[in-house]
């Protein structure tokens, strides 16, 4: 029977809270666990950066001619690139204060499942927010540079 299962059997059955501290601390204690969770994690900041540079593109590519004019009227390119960069950050940060505020709801239901972690640490949640910071910035610098780089009298020419 797998590790996993195993534990969901023991889930299920109350009585058994010091079998399952155990399996627990064998999961966190083997290289697999720790394997498995890294891939996880990766995968879904992979997925997180790509789809993010996506829609910043899409956006980048929907005001091409909105870009043109405003380097025509003497915009930097600095000005460029902050005007897509506070955009994205906007989005990602509403986002964020959404999930902190149901993850703090969520936390109060939780509170008997949490083992040996605050529910409302907030040293937890600022390494949170800036993990998920993270892709978001990294992800929308390049179409932000990229639309810095538009020549104005091409984004004109082409609409």
């Known amino acids: 029977m797998s590790l996993f299962r195993k534990l969901a059997l023991l889930l299920r059955r109350s009585r058994f809270r010091s079998e399952l501290d155990e399996e627990m601390a064998d999961c966190a204690g083997s290289g697999l666990?720790?394997?498995?969770?890294l891939r996880r994690g990766s995968e879904t900041a992979r997925f997180t950066i790509s789809l993010s540079v996506r829609v910043v593109a899409y956006s980048v590519a929907q005001r091409r001619q909105e870009i043109g004019v405003r380097m025509a009227l003497s915009a930097t390119r600095r000005q460029i690139s902050i005007?897509?960069?506070r955009r994205t950050l906007t989005a990602a940060l509403i986002g964020l204060a959404c999930g902190c505020v149901a993850t703090l709801m969520v936390t109060r239901l939780l509170r008997s499942q949490l083992y040996g972690v605050e529910p409302n640490n907030p040293r937890t949640f600022l390494i949170a927010i800036l993990l998920l910071l993270t892709p978001v910035l990294?992800?929308?610098?390049r179409p932000a540079l990229q639309a810095a780089s538009v020549d104005p009298v091409e984004a004109l020419r082409t609409e």
């Open 33 to 37: 666990c720790r394997h498995l969770w």
């Open 138 to 141: 990294v992800a929308s610098l």
């Open 83 to 85: 005007l897509f960069l």
